[in-house]
């Protein structure tokens, strides 16, 4: 185990005493409320990250309530002392990451070093999976799949999420601009498809560049972009982040745009918050900093224009919020002006909404138990205001409340759309 000295630096021990541990972040926290234990709150973890630097409980004590914090940040809006629990819950999972390598076997190193160096950070990668996903479903080798139980031998979290993988297209998207046709200019606007994202919903990546050009936005894409990070920084892959914001922020600053404008909730908070990831002072600090400024939930921007809606016919709608974007980039109000303003459609407030929906990046397939405990209080609250839509802001979350309509028995009654296709739907884009 490191020395105190080491880990008062490697945790961010000066920033847990701002924490009075008073409990307002606890009706806010989804594990709190799920699995009933102090430890297993924001402030009780605050309290055990403390520890942990002070040399009274080891890093193994610290791992396992850190690693089930789902990072949703809830407990961010509701601490009245502005507690900084996002940077230390980052602190602690990379010292937690750094601990463990020692003792990780070649297959654990293997696999992480795919996923996060030749995976995600890959467009090509991505784009040959994406094509063999695409084939897979368009010869309906996934019904034969499910006819002869072949994913029988996968876990249930990786069963559950192929019985409800989204349409995926293929296809290379052209790099260049996508211009206004007729009137004035709105904004330039650069867009970040992100590296799942573009994968398994390119269509509302598509239907949202295209959205943009109709409000009056001149959209450039650039294909130099890579994977924004989040994955890797909410694994303690605080390196291999660190090289892709650097990345992401040398490519869009060759754009002369006003904004760069991103359809995922996680991507967009891990990129407004770019500049935590260097040291104050650092060159690097600064450009992350003014990329931040720039980086825009499609929402954002969408609010400030006209969209060419359409007559449509009524539709009850509810909300799952993105925890990154509502508690991260504070984007709340604007998908809700947004769906008020579509017409016919009603709008279906719910108990808890702003609560977690226990997607999480990867964290319904690394703790699916844990997880499914939140989707299920989740599913219940919506279900009580009984909706024709569920709209979503972030691929996780709209994977996970597929999952949700399909462990309520609810597919074919409830629909679940990214607030992009709804929008879309509703000016008749396609």
């Known amino acids: ?6 880990l008062k630096s490697s945790l961010a021990y000066d920033e847990t005493f701002d924490c009075v541990q008073c409990g307002y972040c606890l009706p806010s926290c989804p594990t709190y409320i799920t699995m009933k234990k102090e430890t297993h709150s924001p402030r009780g973890r605050i309290n055990l990250v403390k520890m942990a630097a002070e040399g009274r409980i080891s890093i193994d004590d610290l791992a396992g309530p850190m690693e089930l914090c789902l990072g949703c940040r809830a407990c961010e809006p509701a601490c009245p002392t502005n507690v900084q629990y996002g940077k230390i819950l980052e602190s602690a999972l990379s010292t937690v990451s750094a601990y463990r390598k020692e003792y990780e076997t070649v297959k654990e190193k293997t696999i992480k070093k795919v996923l996060f160096h030749h995976v995600f950070p890959k467009r090509n990668v991505l784009g040959f999976i994406g094509s063999g996903l695409h084939w897979y479903q368009t010869w309906h080798l996934d019904d034969l799949v499910k006819k002869l139980n072949l994913t029988g031998f996968l876990p249930d979290s990786m069963r559950e999420m192929e019985a409800i993988m989204p349409e995926v297209l293929s296809g290379k998207r052209k790099e260049g601009t996508m211009a206004v046709k007729e009137g004035e200019t709105r904004f330039k606007v650069a867009f970040f498809t992100g590296c799942v994202m573009d994968t398994f919903f390119r269509k509302v990546n598509d239907l ?11 959209v450039h ?22 090289e892709l914001a650097k990345a992401n922020i040398e490519v869009f600053e060759k754009l002369d745009v006003d904004f760069v404008v991103n359809s995922i909730g996680g991507c967009g908070a891990a990129m407004v918050e770019y500049h935590h990831l260097f040291e104050l002072g650092d060159a690097w600090y600064d450009r992350a900093k003014q990329f931040a400024s720039k980086s825009k939930d499609i929402s954002a921007i969408l609010r400030k224009v006209d969209l060419p809606f359409k007559e449509r016919s009524p539709l009850n709608v509810a909300y799952q919020p993105s925890c990154h974007l509502t508690n991260v980039q504070r984007v709340a109000d ?4 947004l769906i008020s303003r579509i017409p016919g459609v009603k709008f279906l407030p719910y108990p808890d909404m702003k609560m977690c929906c226990g997607s999480a990046g990867i964290y319904n397939l690394v703790h699916y138990e844990e997880s499914m405990d939140i989707l299920d209080m989740k ?45 879309a739907e509703s000016c008749n884009i396609h």
Do not use: W, Y
Request: overall charge negative; some cysteine.
């Open 1 to 6: 185990m490191s020395s105190t000295t080491d």
């Open 208 to 218: 949202s560049m295209k959205l943009l050009t109709a409000s009056g936005c001149e």
């Open 379 to 423: 599913m219940k609250n919506i279900r009580s205001v009984r909706p024709d839509v569920i709209l979503t802001s972030n691929p996780g979350c709209h994977l996970q409340m597929l999952l949700g309509v399909k462990r309520e028995g609810l597919e074919g009654k409830i629909r679940v759309m990214h607030l992009v296709e709804l929008l």
């Open 221 to 242: 894409f650039i294909e130099e972009q890579t994977c924004c990070g989040a994955l890797h920084q909410h694994s303690g892959e605080r390196d291999k982040a660190k």
């Open 334 to 337: 604007e998908p809700l002006e």
